[in-house]
């Protein structure tokens, strides 16, 4: 699996101008809706918001990767929103978030292996600085496949 066979061009922001980690969850989940990987906005984040409380998503160098099991998930999919300012979340080194990676896996055996997967896959590009270099600066969302290639 690679991030390529995953990630969905439709739902890819580069552009978003959200100030708060809420505005930018509810962005990213209406990006989910619209496009069928979900299907109710509310339950889907408040999911997300359950796992926060076990652990911050804020892995550092201005990326979080916000992600829960959850049953308003009809398919497994990736959203990703490139902030154009800091916005404040819970990091591990103490910064803010510019680049966020929503994941949406369901909560049955599936939804565990996938949920795995994907933060396995991400989790190794996400180590390399020059990776997340390029995310941070993508302008559309064929650079964000692009930075991951």
């Not at 990703?80 to 929503?102: A, M, R, S």
Request: net charge negative.
């Amino acid at each position: 699996m690679e991030v390529k066979d995953i990630v969905d061009l439709d739902i890819v922001k580069t552009n978003m101008t959200v100030k708060t980690k809420d505005e930018a969850l509810k962005d990213l989940a209406n990006q989910l809706l619209d496009n069928g990987y979900i299907s109710e906005v509310e339950g889907f984040i408040k999911d997300i918001y359950a796992r926060e409380a076990e652990g911050q998503t804020g892995i550092g160098n201005y990326i979080a990767i916000p992600h829960g099991k959850s049953s308003y998930v009809n398919k497994v999919g990736v959203a990703i929103g490139i902030n154009q300012e800091e916005i404040p979340w819970e990091t591990l080194d103490g910064k803010g978030v510019k680049g966020i990676i929503l994941f949406a896996v369901g909560n049955d055996n599936d939804g565990a292996t996938n949920h795995l997967k994907l933060l396995s896959l991400f989790a190794r590009k996400l180590g390399n600085d020059e990776v997340v270099g390029n995310l941070l600066q993508a302008k559309k969302p064929e650079d964000v496949v692009e930075a991951f290639a």
